[in-house]
Structure formats: structure tokens, C-alpha cells
T-cell receptor, first 111, second 116 residues
């Protein structure tokens, strides 16, 4: 059974701070890693993906992958109240075309 | 990215009835998926909708309860049959990236069903 684990939160950070969201996964064969943002009452939206160990930066977002430790994280710099949402981690095994989703971490950025 | 339209966006249904959700994509896509998201839960894959053949169902989901059609590469329907309050959920249509098989999923707006 493939598992993707996330702390449900809520994670509360002040505006302007760095928000750090973490995800661990059980399948060592996992090859692709995704972060989705889901606003309340809305559908998930892909914001980042990463395939290789290390960091990948896109604007205020940085995804970090450590396959040896089986974790992937998402850092949000200069957090804004508009970043308040649930962040879903998804992991895809190399031989599968369907990712497995975690339950998501609720992020609250307060002014 | 693909533009995905789902309808209805929400509905309130009576126990024992069935409801069909439609998903229209603005371009041809190979992979279309149907997910369920129950309150406070993550996304659970119901099935992969295959064009020209029967859908592929995940463990715990059966065709009699969730029949799926995929008549072409831009359209699919999911029917929730003989509904019970446990079927109250958000149902999401999803497609893989336009290049196919990337794992980068794009979602419709969702259909929020409440079963009384």
C-alpha cells in the first residue's frame, strides 16, 4: 500500500514569514513529486513538480526532494494571506501514471 | 494547461436516485480520471476513463455503482447510482498534462453532491 503522509495542520505563519510544508512517502520507487494548492471550495491546482534530488525554485516557491530520506517539502517565502489554502502532496511511482495524494496540510497566513 | 468544465457544479439528491456528472475538456486528452474528495479528506481515485473501452476501476469502486462513459477524447461522464448519504462528496474530473502521462493533473471545478 503506497502511502503519502502529511501533517494536516493547520500550520499558522505570520505574513512575510517562510512557510515549510512537509511530505513523506513510503514507495522507494517513486519518481515524480507534485504539490497542489487547493483553496476552500475550489479544485486542486498544480503549483510545483520535482523529479530530481535537490531544490527547485519557482518564484516564492521552492520544492525540495530527498529520495534517500523519502521526503519532499515545499517552502513558501514571503508568505501572503492569499497563500492560505490546503497544500496537497502527490507522489507517482515510476511505472505508474497515477499519483497518490496525501491528505493535505492546511496553511493559514495571518496578517 | 487544459480547460475542464464540469456540470453540475452542485446538486442535492434524494436517497436511491442516480446522478450523472459531465466533464468536457477543451482539447483532446488521452488520460481522464474521476476522483472523489470527501470532507476533510484527500483525493481518492475512482477510475480511469478509457476512450473506446471500459473504465478501469480502483479497489473499492465498481462499475455498477459508478458507471463511466468516454465516447471521445474530450468528454466523459460519471454516474453515481442508487445514492446514499455516504456518497455525499465532491467529484472531480481530471486530465493529465496535454503531453500525456506526465503525472501533472489538471482538475475541473468539481461537482459537490449532497445526498439526503
Amino acid at each position: 500500500q503506497k502511502e503519502v503522509e502529511q501533517n494536516s495542520g493547520p500550520l499558522s505563519v505570520p505574513e512575510g514569514a517562510i512557510a515549510s510544508l512537509n511530505c513523506t512517502y513510503s514507495d522507494r520507487g517513486s519518481q515524480s513529486f507534485f504539490w497542489y494548492r487547493q483553496y476552500s471550495g475550489k479544485s486542486p491546482e498544480l503549483i510545483m513538480f520535482i523529479y530530481s534530488n535537490g531544490d527547485k525554485e519557482d518564484g516564492r516557491f521552492t520544492a525540495q526532494l530527498n529520495k534517500a530520506s523519502q521526503y519532499v517539502s515545499l517552502l513558501i517565502r514571503d508568505s501572503q494571506p492569499s497563500d492560505s489554502a490546503t497544500y496537497l502532496c502527490a507522489v507517482r511511482e515510476g511505472g505508474s501514471y497515477i499519483p497518490t495524494f496525501g491528505r493535505g496540510t492546511s496553511l493559514i497566513v495571518h496578517p | 494547461s487544459a480547460v475542464i468544465s464540469q456540470k453540475p457544479s452542485r446538486d442535492i439528491c434524494q436517497r436511491g436516485t442516480s446522478l450523472t456528472i459531465q466533464c468536457q475538456v477543451d482539447s483532446q486528452v488521452t488520460m481522464m480520471f474521476w476522483y472523489r474528495q470527501q470532507p476533510g479528506q484527500s483525493l481518492t481515485l475512482i477510475a480511469t476513463a478509457n476512450q473506446g473501452s471500459e473504465a478501469t476501476y480502483e479497489s473499492g469502486f465498481v462499475i455498477d455503482k459508478f458507471p463511466i462513459s468516454r465516447p471521445n477524447l474530450t468528454f466523459s461522464t460519471l454516474t453515481v447510482s442508487n445514492m446514499s448519504p455516504e456518497d455525499s462528496s465532491i467529484y472531480l474530473c481530471s486530465v493529465d498534462g496535454l503531453a500525456g502521462n506526465t503525472g501533472e493533473l489538471f482538475f475541473g471545478e468539481g461537482s459537490r453532491l449532497t445526498v439526503l
